[in-house]
């Protein structure tokens, strides 16, 4: 089947409406969060109308349902992202627990002083803080991979870096501000041929294109639903299932346990074991909906177009004036492109375009040392998605031409 925008948008309710009277939305932020079909919302509608329970505590119809419709996501998101097992599906909130679930637990069991880790520039903070909390406690050295002014890495520095036999790699498979998609299968095999675990941030990938974690070999691969057309609230750390039974549990409590004496407990199986207390339950529904969603238009289709709109910007953003993109290399990309628009702050350039109804993010997007390496204290980032359009396009350029008028 080919790749109908039209019926792709019209599966989502948000694109209908006007920022201000006359003015429709042009959504170009899904790399802060995606926007939701209508079959994921009434997915978690139906649940709560049909089916709400909690999980894995009663013998009654609703609880059985719930806890089905739980455990059936969770097999759903394994095949999506071809896991081994549903066990080595561990949900979270979003990504950034994810990781942080892997440097207090995995880390905390595994680090020990003068140990090194091995992390990118390009790093979104929740890739970059855990670590720096855990190297306080623990006496860690950081390493990091630098960025090329390309907005590529630069792989020939991370050669240098395994010489110092790091025992944790972690990096963004994507960048959530250059759109840099990174080799990350010959970074993982890299990383183990010196022994290192890996752990990839998934937050920008898993949306975007398909991804196997087998054929990766990652150890451990961290994502959120909500940037994949899914709800806010809940994540999956996928984790080999060797490396997860041996690390002590996360957060304790309800679910998590097999058995519980006054002074001890017992830890309960995989994935259970890091799950405490009653889960986000509606919304893993609206995850596995997502997953059937993206997986029923293919995700191949879904890469092709964004490839195909991030090239149609690429050479419309040519025409623009003063337009400088960050990072603008000739390596394998997602569509984000980060610029900046001659000296006008990023703030003013987003406000600008908000009254024309385009919504992008300025700022840091929450890579600060990015920008720090760059020299520059925030960017404008236009981000596309499977329901992104030319004609969206074109209203931001109108928009950015406003600016320069604004400004000249
Ligand atoms: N890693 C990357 C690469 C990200 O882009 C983000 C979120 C995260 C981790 C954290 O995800 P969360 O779901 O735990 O919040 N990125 C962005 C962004 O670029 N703008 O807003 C959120």
Redo the contacts with the bound molecule.
Sequence with gaps: MGFDINKIRGDFPILNREVKPGIPLVYLDS???SQKPDIVIRAMDDYYQKNNANIHRGVHTLAEEATAMYEKAREKIARFIHARSAKEVIYTR????SINLVAFTWGRQNLREGDVIVLTEME?H??LVPWQMLATEKNLKLEFIEVNEDGSLDLEGYQNLLKLNPKLVAF?H???VLGTINPAKEMVRQAHAVGAITLI?G??SVPHFSVDVQNLDADFYAF?A??MCGPTGI?VLYGKEKLLAAMPPFLGGGDMIKKVQLRTFKPNDLPHKFEAGTPAIAEAVGFGAAVDYLSDIGMDVIARHEQEITEYALSEFAEVEHLKIFGNGTHERGGVLSFELGIVHPHDVAQILDSHGVAV?AGH??AMPLHEKFHIPATTRASFYLYTEKKDIDRLVVGLHAVNDMFA
Excluded: F, L, V, Y
Excluded at 94 to 97: F, M
């Design positions: 790399t802060a969060t979003n990504t950034t627990e979104h929740s890739n963004t994507m960048s959530n941030d937050a920008q959120s909500h940037k994540g993010r997007h929450c």
